[in-house]
């Protein structure tokens, strides 16, 4: 783990000089790349960098585990599992957990973290159904791991509980009084399949659709007695769509169709707001980011559950005529004047349309049309972009105009 300092230097004299300094994470022996992005939004402004140092911060190493004490802190600090329980009645077992860097974590036996809210991750690990499976998480390169335990548990029909679980989870079934040691049972999915094996044996079938599944167990004793139960099982989804894209500050309508049996959790950096159910079955809500990052929803099953899906809020922003200035560039023969406007989204989000309406008679665009559409790709690799008006000689106030943002049909805000 190493720290690095850029010194940002403005020739025009706008600002002083002035240090950033950001920790890496824990980094391993060989090449690295720092790339420094500067959101250069504003123009007629200059960047200079004036130096970068790339620094070891010292500290005494009690342990001797080759890693300073005060990173192993700080590595506890950032990163763990924070939900891993004992057992479970599903196979994959979803773990949570905090920590950033995903693509430096690993899990051992090929499970994936998913990047959840809040700088946290999740992921599904498959059970064995015979023996306790070991987790073993590593963060950061490996600088530090964590170790689980998980047993994935019998769900006994005859004791159970009606259960919710997800699309693509197993339940390990059985149907045996708790003091018996011998016998068969027999699990009946209705309209699905059925099973017979020795009480003792517990049975592993996955749900791969959604809806509502009726489980009978039934115990059949040595001596012949019987004892049966039915047990409800609802399995479900959820569809969050594609990723929105949200505008910083602009509260920006998105509609997905949630079980009722489930809740969203969205990052702290995100705003979301319920407006209703309007059409049985699709949630209406509203949602503002503070960022122009990713950020991400998840739905879980009840309030700490299993996590269902996920889905990345993209959050941008929008520079136009106030930041980016509108300036003539020719005046023509006639005295009617050519003006160009820049923009700016960024980052530069996919999928989205800028579209900018001229509202003052006399005034078009360089096309001789009122109506400009941009695509993402009319924005260079810079996430910049330059639309032109031509303004009548006897017109002397602003080519005012309005610029929208949709996703789609959907309106995400107007600038300013």
Not at 21 to 36: N, Y
Not at 273 to 300: C, H, M, V, W, Y
Not at 316 to 334: H, K, P, Q
Not at 394 to 408: A, M
Request: charged residues 15%; contains cysteine; proline residues 6%.
């Amino acid at each position: 783990m190493a720290n690095f300092s850029a010194a940002p230097f403005s020739p025009l004299k706008i600002s002083p000089t002035a240090a950033v300094h950001v920790l890496t994470p824990w980094l391993k022996s060989g090449d690295h790349r720092v790339r420094i992005y500067w959101d250069n939004a504003l123009w007629r402004r200059s960047f200079q960098l004036a130096a970068l140092r790339l620094q070891t911060l010292q500290g005494p190493d009690i342990d001797n585990n080759g890693i300073k004490d005060w990173v192993d802190k700080r590595l506890r600090f950032l990163c763990a599992v924070e939900v891993a329980p004992a057992s479970s009645a599903t196979s994959p077992v979803c773990i949570e957990g905090r920590g950033g860097y995903l693509t430096m974590m690993n899990i051992r036996g090929g499970a994936v973290p998913q990047p959840g809210p809040g700088n946290h991750w999740y992921a599904d690990v498959p059970l064995s159904p015979s023996n306790a499976t070991t987790i073993i998480c590593s963060f950061q390169n490996d600088a530090l791991r964590s170790t689980n335990q998980i047993i994935w548990r019998p769900t006994n029909l005859l004791q159970a509980t009606n259960l919710v679980i997800r699309a693509g989870d197993a339940l390990l079934l059985a149907a045996m009084p708790p003091a018996a040691t011998n016998g068969q049972m027999r699990i009946v999915i209705s309209g699905v399949t059925n099973y017979t094996s020795p009480a003792d044996l517990p049975i592993a079938h996955r749900f791969t659709d959604a809806g509502a599944f009726t489980l009978i167990g039934t115990y059949v004793s040595a001596s012949g007695q019987s004892l049966s139960r039915t047990v409800s099982v609802s399995v479900v989804t959820a569809t969050l769509g594609a990723n929105p894209a949200a505008w910083v500050g602009k509260l920006r309508p998105w509609d997905t169709s949630l079980n009722s049996a489930l809740t969203l959790n969205a990052d702290p950096h995100l705003h979301l707001q319920k407006f209703g159910n309007p059409s049985g079955g699709t949630s209406e809500f509203g949602l503002t980011t503070d960022q122009p990052d990713n950020r991400f929803l998840i739905a879980r099953i009840g309030t700490n559950g299993p996590v269902v899906a996920g889905i990345a809020t993209e959050g941008f922003r929008l520079y136009s005529g106030y930041e980016t200035a509108v300036r003539r560039i020719e005046t023509y023969d006639d005295g009617s004047e050519l003006v160009e406007m820049g923009l700016v989204m960024s980052p530069l989000r996919a999928n989205l349309t800028v579209r900018i309406d001229v509202l003052v008679g006399g005034v078009i665009f360089d096309d001789g049309t009122l109506t400009r559409s941009l695509a993402s790709t009319d924005f260079n690799e810079l996430g910049q972009a330059k639309v032109r008006f031509i303004r009548p000689p006897t017109f002397k106030t602003s080519v005012c105009h309005t610029t929208r943002i949709y996703q789609g049909t959907t309106l995400l805000g107007t600038y300013p």
